[in-house]
């Protein structure tokens, strides 16, 4: 069966564990998600289901996307992504996919797109040391020597230099689901998540 949904990340809070633990956890809205297309092996090539999170106005959306949605629900939404299942040919376009699929005590893989942090240095970017601040030094946060001499006379790719930080797609693996708020959708996950508040994410339970 299908083992994902589309949520939201409204942010971080602690809860207490029934053992009196103080946990961290992020709280995400998952779901509800509707399946806005099935794509089957016969028609496709592959397997999957495209689902539909972020209810707004048909109106707002342009024509095509719109036109597509007609097909299987007179609902409009901000975000449409796609999850390879074995299962596509089970499931109808139209249903809604809720977050009773979860479980508290389950396992799940969380993907989002992390925050930018703009043109980083080195120290920053990938955790250099800085040169000394006394003595006469005048290198406290440059890279240093990154050449190879005369030969080959060239920097070579994949060097750790500075540049554009963040704004990549990361998962964090294994999380643990502490509580799951039915009444608003809402899943109590411990630990960080990727993105920014309201950020879109995947949460995908683990085999």
Request: proline share 5%.
């Amino acid at each position: 069966m299908m083992s994902a949904l589309l949520g939201k990340k409204i942010g971080m809070t602690n809860v207490f564990s029934a053992d009196g633990k103080l946990v961290p956890v992020t709280v995400v809205q998952v779901g509800p998600c509707v399946v806005t297309q099935v794509k089957t092996k016969e028609s496709d090539g592959y397997n999957a289901l495209q689902l539909g999170f972020d209810e707004r106005p048909v109106g707002k959306l342009n024509k095509p996307i719109a036109g597509h949605l007609k097909k299987s629900t007179e609902k409009g939404f901000r975000v449409l992504r796609e999850f390879r299942t074995d299962d596509a040919q089970t499931v109808e376009a139209g249903t809604t996919l809720e977050i009773n699929m979860f479980s508290i005590g389950d396992k799940v893989n969380v993907s989002g797109i992390s925050k930018g942090r703009g043109f980083q240095g080195t120290i920053k970017r990938h955790g250099f040391s800085r040169g000394p601040e006394t003595h006469g030094s005048r290198n406290h946060r440059k890279p240093g020597s990154i050449g190879n001499s005369a030969w080959p006379g060239k920097v070579f790719k994949g060097k750790k230099l500075p540049g554009h930080m963040g704004t990549n797609r990361e998962t964090v693996k294994n999380l643990t689901i502490v509580d799951i708020r039915h009444d608003d959708n809402l899943l109590l996950i411990k630990g960080p998540v990727p993105g920014f508040k309201t950020g879109i994410l995947e949460v995908k339970k683990t085999d």
